[in-house]
């Protein structure tokens, strides 16, 4: 059993889309479970029609709607003879599933309606190659994950319910492998015991397909992108940022949780507890050896380095000056949990706390609110946050030039820098 994962980059575009067939051939025969994300932009082309939604915009929001429900029967018919009109009905389907929300007004919190709508962009994209697929000659199951991952109800960020996913795994996924050796379904989404969708975080396909990496035992999970491997930067922030060809989980979870986008924070754990390899492929070139990440120690790593806009500053100051101490530290960090953010950077002194966060209005909000009826709350935002690992003076010299420091934080191997 193997676990592919092909990124929205490997299916943004009808021709991209044709060279998945080509992967997969040489696999037939073999069970193959594959998860694909939503195509190439969806995902924040929904994200604006959720916004429009629950900004009252009701007109914009069917309007871009319409422009995502186009762009995606024209692939179709660019992709599909024999299997177009299945494909085209089952995508009408899922329309519906947003249209229905879209004529409505929005009653609850803007997470809640973000994930109905966000999630439709993988159900549209899995239909349509899964259909492509057997038209080239390739055999699948298609399944929708909503069945199969059941998880809590905070919207955005959801967690799995393990014990109930793998029960469903073992009776309804295994099975398929009997009547078909490969099976195609989608990341990043699941749905609450009421059956409302929810999302798993960005990039929460690579976590989709670790968690059935696990329950299914697999021998190994790839993930294929539009990059050689994963690399020690973002090569569109930095153009001459290199592949690393070895990594073990360690690393990567370091990585994943200073913000590196290659690999979502959660996907490691559920690889590494059963020792299952993650490769790392580029669908562009197949012949390209790629990165594997294993348990095994690697050395002569280089500096990796992590840039994050969007950051907010919580400044926090004891309302009379007393010491915050533990106390103080640990009421915020309940914070944090009741209000599901988590610290990016954080600093103390004697009578204040600084916290570096993701800009996600909403929640600043709702933790600022909380957290005035203990402290003095000042908010910055639009800085940016630097991680370089296995740093060297001359990278960071190089990478904080021209910008003003506000907060640092140094050890031997990592170094953090909150910038305006």
């Known amino acids: 059993m193997k676990v592919f994962k092909f990124g929205g980059a490997s299916a943004s575009s009808v021709e991209r889309i044709r060279q998945i067939p080509a992967i997969l051939r040489p696999y037939q ?9 939503a195509m190439g932009k969806t995902t924040n082309a929904l994200e604006k029609v959720a916004e429009a939604f629950y900004n009252g915009h009701h007109d914009e929001a069917l309007h871009l709607f319409s422009q995502i429900k186009t762009s995606h029967l024209t692939t179709a018919k660019y992709l599909l003879i024999q299997n177009y009109l299945a494909a085209e009905a089952q995508l009408r389907d899922f329309f519906t599933e947003v249209e229905w929300l879209l004529h409505d007004k929005p009653v609850r919190e803007y997470d809640y309606y973000y994930d109905q709508i966000v999630c439709i962009g993988e159900l549209l994209s899995t239909s349509i190659v899964s259909a492509f697929l057997a038209e080239s000659g390739i055999g699948n199951q298609w399944i929708d994950v909503r069945d199969i991952f059941r998880t809590d109800a905070n919207f955005r960020d959801a967690a799995i319910d393990m014990p109930y996913t793998a029960r469903k795994v073992r009776e309804e996924v295994l099975p398929l492998f009997d009547q078909e050796s490969m099976v195609v379904t989608q990341g ?10 929810t999302t798993l975080g960005r990039e929460g396909s690579d976590y989709t397909a670790a968690v059935f990496a696990n329950l299914l035992d697999a021998e190994g999970q790839t993930i294929w992108k539009d990059v050689q491997g994963v690399m020690n ?5 930095f153009p001459d940022a290199k592949v690393i ?8 979870i370091e990585m994943a949780y200073y913000g590196a986008q290659v690999i979502h924070p959660n996907t490691i754990k559920p690889l ?9 492929k580029c669908f562009l070139d197949t012949s390209l050896p790629g990165t ?4 095994q120690a690697v050395k002569g790593l280089p500096p990796i380095i992590v840039l994050k806009q969007e950051q907010v500053l919580v400044q926090l100051h004891s309302k009379d000056f007393s010491f915050v101490g533990e106390s103080g530290t640990m009421r915020l960090y309940d914070l944090f949990g009741q209000v599901r ?15 570096c966060l993701d800009d996600r209005p909403a929640k600043i909000e709702k933790l ?11 908010i910055e935002r639009s800085l940016t946050l630097l991680t370089i690992r296995h740093y060297d003076a001359e990278v960071l010299a190089r990478l904080t030039a021209g910008r003003q420091e506000v907060l640092r934080q140094q050890t031997q191997q990592t170094v953090q820098v909150l910038m305006r």
């Open 272 to 280: 590494q507890n059963k020792g299952i390899p993650l490769y790392v």
């Open 188 to 197: 990043f989404i699941g749905a609450t015991p009421d059956n409302e969708s």
């Open 245 to 252: 060809r070895e990594l073990n989980y360690d690393e990567v």
């Open 368 to 378: 600022a609110l909380a957290a005035s009826e203990l402290f003095e709350v000042q």
């Open 29 to 37: 025969g073999q069970r193959l479970l594959v998860v694909i994300s």
């Open 233 to 237: 930067a973002d090569p569109k922030q």
């Open 341 to 355: 953010v988590k610290p990016n950077l954080m600093q103390s002194g004697a009578v204040s706390l600084q916290v």
């Open 292 to 295: 594997v990440i294993h348990n």
